[in-house]
């Protein structure tokens, strides 16, 4: 089974994924892991992702669909996989659909995790991350033993600007805005689901399984 989890940062798209490999043995193709991984490889397209992100420009959507693609060519990825990060826009979904029907593969669903502005707001604002050494903590769920402090190196916590409330709507607003055109897109074809993003890990894996039966 081939889907594409869908939802705003926060909205924990990485811990449903990690579950879903886990549970289903589908291989989790994050954006992010893969450019990393394609650079470290030393491969021509790596090489070229290297040279466009060193010179601060977006890797072009040709780029990302070629990494994907041999991705999903290996061997593990037969049970299928988990797609996050991509796509974001409509163009990018078409390419991708091209490239798996190259591959004689299709997806199943589009999985989009759903959770209120606010609580995303109150999820992200409460983050603290330590400037020496990047660990990040959480006010209330992973709270570092002393007050304010890194658990690692003892250096003060801070608040990335990122972080903070207004600039988590203004992202959250810009998120949505840019999102709704891919799912209607994936709406039309009958392949999204939409799953309430909130509550716990177990419970929201539980809803996602069930979206994915088939009906
Ligand atoms: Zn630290």
Known sequence: MNIILLGPP???????AQRLQKDL?????????????????GSALGKQAKDIMEAGKLVPDELMVGLIESRIAQPDAAQGFILDGFPRTIPQAEKLDQALAGHKKKLDAVVSLEVPIETLVER???????????????????????EGFCDLCGASLVQREDDKPESVRT??????????????FYARRGLLQVVDGVGAPEAIEAAVVAALKPR
Do not use: F, W
Not at 10 to 16: D, N, V
Not at 173 to 179: D, L, R, W
């Open 25 to 41: 043995g589908m291989v989790q193709l994050s954006t992010g892991d893969m450019l990393r991984a394609a650079v470290a490889s």
């Open 10 to 16: 926060g909205a924990g798209k990485g811990t449903q």
């Open 124 to 146: 992200i604002s409460g983050r603290r991350s330590c400037p020496r050494d990047g660990s990040v903590y959480h006010i209330v769920q992973n709270p570092p033993r002393r």
């Open 171 to 184: 992202r959250m607003q810009a998120y949505e805005a840019s999102t709704a055109p891919l799912k209607d």
